[in-house]
């Protein structure tokens, strides 16, 4: 049976004493909950936040790292840091990151079978462009993305990989795809792993839904078939926001 997992998203949000503050909020009411509870904070708060969650169910995540254990790379982060902070989960190929500091596919890659090899658990996010939606490629283009993600990635390594679906267009618009076409791309992916792999490791593999994921629409996602936790952004800023999400 596949564990859901809520993944908080806080992007370049939040000092130190803020994470603090929201994990001291949040402990006593993700204590009973059945789902796997992730915060993926940014870099500067990672120590405190794998400090304040320790002897709790709540995981922490970094969103982002290069794929390299050390180097002369101005402004990066190593997963051998990360591993030393007592990070468990990391971001990888995150909408933004394809966007807007144009990462490609092949760095994506590596940086996947990088945090494997680390000891990481990568969320792997693909997903399409507004345009790309309407011009009826969104399975070209999130197949294309899966494929070059999992490259080289062994059926050993693959239930450490979360999939997380974040369509682009519904990423902090507002927007977000309707459950039951975010359940029907959710599927093709997982028929994708099975082409990869085999129908066993497409059945454990977890595949979240990123985009405008809120309280109020939570629990409608969660219903469906295949979709196995969510990747959130602005509602899981908020302590009472993120208890409602992991308590869907």
Avoid at 39 to 58: E, N, Q, S, W
Avoid at 220 to 244: Q, R, T
Wanted: proline share 3%; with cysteine.
């Amino acid at each position: 049976m596949r564990i859901p997992i809520i993944a908080g998203n806080w992007k370049m949000f939040k000092t130190v004493d803020e994470t603090v503050q929201f994990i001291e909020a949040i402990k006593e009411g993700v204590a009973s909950t059945d789902v796997e509870v992730v915060i993926c904070a940014p870099y500067t708060a990672l120590d405190a936040a794998v400090k304040a969650a320790k002897g709790t169910t709540i995981q922490i995540g970094a969103q982002n790292m290069y794929p390299e254990d050390s180097g002369a790379f101005t402004g990066e982060i190593s997963p051998m840091m990360l591993k030393d902070l007592g990070v468990s989960y990391v971001i990888v190929g995150h909408s933004e990151r394809r966007q807007i500091f144009k990462e490609s596919d092949s760095l994506i890659n590596k940086k996947v079978l990088k945090a494997l090899t680390t000891g990481l658990k990568p969320i792997l996010c693909v997903g399409e462009t507004l345009e790309e939606r309407e011009s009826g490629t969104t399975k070209d283009v999130v197949k294309v993305q899966t494929v070059a993600g999992l490259k080289d990635v062994g059926k050993d390594q693959l239930t450490q990989v979360v999939i997380a679906y974040e369509p682009v267009w519904a990423i902090g618009t507002g927007k977000t795809a309707s459950s039951a076409d975010a359940n029907e791309v959710i599927a093709y992916i997982r028929e994708l792993v099975s082409e990869l792999y085999d129908d066993e490791i497409s059945e454990e593999i977890r595949i979240q839904y990123g985009g405008s994921v809120k309280p109020d629409n939570v629990e409608e996602i969660m219903a469906e078939s295949d979709i196995d936790g969510a990747l959130v952004g602005g509602a899981s800023l908020k302590p009472e926001s993120y208890l409602e999400l992991v308590n869907f």
